[in-house]
C-alpha cells in the first residue's frame, strides 16, 4: 500500500485572494488593450492590500475599485490600497514584442499533465479534493444558514495501489473558518454531511475535520496572502512536476502561464488521440525566443510523441494564446481554484 496525499484550498484563503486580486487586474488591461504586459504581484494582511509587479499598458485601470470588488465578493473588507506597480523594462518588452512573432516572456520550464482516471483528467485524489472545495463553496453560496465563512483546506489521502476510486481514499482532512456562533460539533456534522453526498453508497473513510478545533478567524485576518503561493493547487496537487512559474497576474505572453496551459491541453489531447493511461509534458523556452528550445513527453505506453505535437501545433507564444483565446479569459475567475478543473483549459 502507497499512502499519496494531496491538497486543495477554497477560493476564500488568503493566496487565493490574492491571485484573484492579481488576475482581476490583469483581465481588466487586458480587455481594454490587448497588447497589455503584465507581472502584477499581491499581497494582503488584515485590512490592507499592497499591490507590486509591472503594468505597461494603454488601460485605464481602477485598482482601488478592482481591489475592493474582489474582496466583497469573498466577504472580505479592504480600507487601504498601497500601490507600487511600476512599468515592464524597456529590455524586457523590447525581448517580447513584434507585430508578426511574440517572444517568449520569461525563460523557464512548463509541464503539462493527464490521466483517463476522472473525467477532469486531473488525477482522482486530486479531483475529488476539488470537489470538496467546490461543495464547501456551494454550500455559502446558496446555504443561508451555512456555519462556513469561506476559508479552507482539505487534504485527500489514497491507496496509489488501489483503483482510483472512491474505495481508494483511506483519509480526508477538512479545516474550514466557521462562523462565531456556530458549534464545532455542528460544523463538523455539515463538513461529513457535504462528503457522504459525494461519497453516496460508498463507506466514508477516516474524516479529520478541524484537528486544531474551533476555526472562527480567518482570511486575511489571520493569515498574509501572496500571490503565486499555491502553484501546486493551482495544478496538480503534487502529483506530477511544475515548473515553478505562477500563472496569476501575468499576460499570456508570459510561457510560465501560457505555455503550462498549452502544455495541459496537450497532455489532455495525447490522452484521447493514442489511448493513454497518463500523459506528461515538458515545454522549454528561452526569453525572446517565441519557439520552445525543448520538448519531452512522457506516458503510460513509452510514445516518443514530441516530433507528432512540434509539427503539429504552434508553440510560439502567440500561437498558444489564438489556439487557447487567452486574451478573452475572465482570470479572475480561473484564479478562483485549480486553473485545469476543466480537461481542456
Not at 77 to 87: A, F, R
Not at 116 to 134: C, M, Q, V
Not at 316 to 337: S, V
Request: proline content about 3%; aromatic content about 6%; hydrophobic content about 35%.
Amino acid at each position: 500500500m502507497r499512502l499519496f496525499s494531496t491538497e486543495q484550498i477554497s477560493k476564500y484563503h488568503p493566496d487565493k485572494f490574492a491571485d484573484q486580486i492579481s488576475d482581476a487586474i490583469l483581465t481588466e488591461c487586458l480587455s481594454q488593450d490587448r497588447n497589455s504586459h503584465c507581472g502584477i504581484e499581491t499581497m494582503v494582511k488584515d485590512n490592507t492590500v499592497v499591490l507590486g509587479g509591472e503594468i505597461t499598458t494603454n488601460a485605464t485601470v481602477d485598482y482601488v475599485e478592482i481591489v475592493r470588488r474582489v474582496a466583497a465578493k469573498l466577504g472580505y473588507t479592504v480600507d487601504s490600497v498601497i500601490n507600487l506597480i511600476g512599468k515592464q523594462s524597456n529590455e524586457i518588452n523590447e525581448a517580447v514584442t513584434s507585430d508578426t512573432k511574440i517572444g517568449a516572456g520569461d525563460q523557464g520550464i512548463m509541464f503539462g499533465y493527464a490521466t483517463n482516471e476522472t473525467e477532469s483528467k486531473l488525477p482522482f485524489g486530486f479531483d475529488l479534493a476539488n470537489k470538496i472545495i467546490a461543495a464547501i463553496e456551494n454550500d455559502i453560496a446558496t446555504n443561508a444558514n451555512s456555519h462556513f465563512k469561506g476559508d479552507a483546506k482539505t487534504q485527500v489521502t489514497v491507496d496509489l495501489d488501489a483503483e482510483p476510486t472512491l474505495d481508494s481514499v483511506k483519509s480526508i482532512v477538512v479545516s474550514v473558518c466557521h462562523k462565531d456562533m456556530s458549534a464545532l460539533v455542528d460544523v463538523k456534522t455539515a463538513v461529513t454531511a457535504i462528503i457522504q453526498k459525494i461519497f453516496g453508497d460508498h463507506a466514508l473513510p477516516e474524516l479529520i475535520i478541524n484537528p486544531s478545533g474551533s476555526w472562527t478567524l480567518g482570511g486575511p485576518t489571520a493569515d498574509c496572502g501572496l500571490t503565486g503561493r499555491k502553484i501546486v493547487c493551482d495544478q496538480y496537487g503534487g502529483y506530477c512536476a511544475v515548473g515553478g512559474g505562477a500563472f496569476s497576474g501575468k499576460d499570456p505572453t508570459k510561457v510560465d502561464r501560457s505555455a503550462s496551459y498549452m502544455a495541459r491541453h496537450l497532455a489532455c489531447k495525447m490522452l484521447d488521440l493514442h489511448d493513454l493511461k497518463w500523459c506528461e509534458i515538458q515545454l522549454g523556452y528561452a526569453i525572446g525566443i517565441a519557439e520552445p528550445v525543448s520538448i519531452v513527453v512522457k506516458n503510460d505506453k513509452g510514445l516518443d510523441l514530441a516530433d507528432e505535437i512540434r509539427s503539429t501545433y504552434d508553440l510560439t507564444p502567440l500561437g498558444i494564446i489564438e489556439k487557447l483565446n487567452l486574451y478573452d479569459r475572465n482570470y479572475e475567475t480561473l484564479a478562483e481554484g485549480c486553473h485545469y478543473r476543466e480537461a481542456i483549459i
